[in-house]
């Protein structure tokens, strides 16, 4: 479903239309408005997947949806008919989306930091409730990098302030890097600037490099 003429540094579709049918969990819900507020291009994206969603929405298997989706996808189409009613970004000019503070608190220093790896730092954010899908900030130092790794299962990291490049693309303030099992990558911060991500995920990384390798029991990166 993902648009191939879409940047790698967007979300894929899908991510958005399960938005758009209020199907995701709450930590991906939270990933996805801050993308929209910060991305005007993701912002075209979902208003032009909510207009033609309920076309796309028959095309998928219903076991897949629940039971209420094709109502509050319509409901939603309903509530958004045109790209200009689609939000625009209230506090884009700030560094973190408004939508973000309520799950941030005032100042992200008082949030409980811890070192992941030399030049990686991690804040879990709490949740209104439980999901399968954790909830973060990661801090690369500028010029750092996470040690190269893939996944067991999704993971999707917006870029908030700074920009790194992973092998595959580069992401900038209000891009996305979304990776899976099939992905094997090594995000570096810009040497100029410390990167500031938001991240979700909903299974461990699993370290892939010469070292990684012997790290990966004590690694706790995207799980508590
Ligand atoms: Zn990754």
């Not at 992401?171 to 899976?180: H, I, K, L, P, Q």
């Not at 810009?190 to 461990?204: E, K, Q």
């Amino acid at each position: 479903m993902t648009n191939p003429a879409q940047s790698p540094a967007h979300i894929p579709d899908e991510w958005l239309l399960d938005h758009a049918a209020g199907t995701t969990p709450e930590p991906v819900a939270v990933l996805v408005e801050a993308h929209l507020a910060l991305s005007a291009p993701a912002r075209a994206t979902y208003a032009r997947l909510a207009s033609v969603g309920g076309v796309l929405l028959e095309q998928q298997n219903p076991a897949e949806l629940a039971p209420d989706a094709l109502a509050r996808l319509m409901a939603h189409i309903d509530a958004n008919p045109a790209p200009s009613r689609v939000a625009a970004p209230a506090a884009a000019a700030g560094l973190l989306p408004a939508s973000l503070s309520a799950y941030t608190g005032p100042s992200i220093e008082d949030l409980a930091w811890r070192r992941i790896v030399r030049g990686v730092e991690q804040a879990t954010l709490k949740l209104g409730g439980p999901s399968p899908y954790e909830l973060s900030l990661l801090r690369i130092a500028a010029g750092k990098s996470i040690p190269q790794h893939t996944h067991e299962g999704d993971e999707l990291l917006l870029v908030l302030a700074g920009s790194f490049e992973d092998g595959r693309a580069g992401y900038a303030r209000g891009d996305v890097c979304a990776a899976d099992a099939s992905v094997d990558h090594a995000p570096v911060a810009d040497r100029a600037t410390d990167c500031l991500c938001l991240h979700v995920a909903n299974a461990p990384i699993k370290l892939t490099g010469p070292f990684g390798r012997l790290l990966n029991p004590l690694l706790k990166l995207a799980r508590r």
